[in-house]
């Protein structure tokens, strides 16, 4: 049997006597080397990203060890340059590399609709659809009271006076189904309840291929309360 501790190792071996009875006949202490301290400094690095706990970070710190310098060095250099090129677009907050993103700066999109979503990751998601053609605004988060998340902390008094400018003839509500996003868009909504713009949001409720008996109840809900004309 093998104990394990921070710098050392003491590994016990055991034998018979007799059946029934062992007694300890060596002791072995094994030193464990010391992690250097950049090694050490990159893995309590790697383990405060989101998702990567400590076992994760050691892993990815000796992938990194393994690998060619060269490639290790691009995937640095990869991070400084987002972090000193990358920038939120001054009309609607997407990440962008100059002052306006590609999207806002397309002559092509659909100028009369306006997509809130949360994060840049949700825009994302649904560019990738290849359906919606029009523009975006970005809240970078949403309403959450219990975490200390006010609406002055969001691009909500940015986003009301874009649509009271823009001329907007519709505003599509895609923050995420939860509460706090369901309180985002209600929130948004109210500010907006004099203006003649149409405000909407993304349907829910039953996904195509599904079965009802799968579904959850909220699902159902959703699917009963925004049902369309056949």
Not at 106 to 112: A, E, H, L, V
Not at 185 to 204: E, F, G, K, Q
Request: hydrophobic share 40%; net charge positive; charged share 30%.
């Amino acid at each position: 049997m093998r104990r394990w501790g921070t710098s050392w190792e003491t590994a016990r071996r055991t034998r018979l006597d007799r059946p029934g009875r062992r007694r300890p006949t060596v002791e072995i202490c094994l030193t464990v080397p010391e992690l250097t301290e950049s090694v050490a400094h990159l893995i309590d690095q790697l383990a405060r990203l989101p998702g990567i706990g400590k076992k994760s970070a050691e892993r990815l710190t000796y992938h990194l060890l393994r690998i060619p310098a060269a490639e290790a060095l691009a995937l640095a250099e990869a991070i400084r340059k987002v972090k000193e090129n990358i920038r939120y677009c001054r009309i609607c907050y997407n990440l962008a590399e100059e002052d306006e993103c590609a999207i806002c700066r397309d002559p092509k999109r659909q100028r009369d609709l306006l997509c809130v979503v949360e994060q840049p990751r949700d825009l994302i998601a649904l560019e990738q659809t290849g359906v919606y053609r029009g523009l975006y605004h970005v809240l970078l988060g949403r309403v959450a009271p219990l975490e200390g998340i006010g609406p002055d902390q969001l691009t909500i008094d940015a986003l009301v006076r874009r649509v009271r400018e823009g001329g907007f003839r519709e505003l599509i509500m895609a923050t995420n189904p939860t509460l706090e996003g369901d309180g985002t868009a209600l929130h948004v909504s109210n500010r907006l309840a004099d203006c003649p713009v149409r405000i909407t949001r993304l349907a829910r409720g039953i996904t195509t291929g599904s079965v009802l008996e799968f579904a959850n109840k909220e699902v159902l809900s959703d699917a009963l309360s925004g049902r369309q004309d056949f």
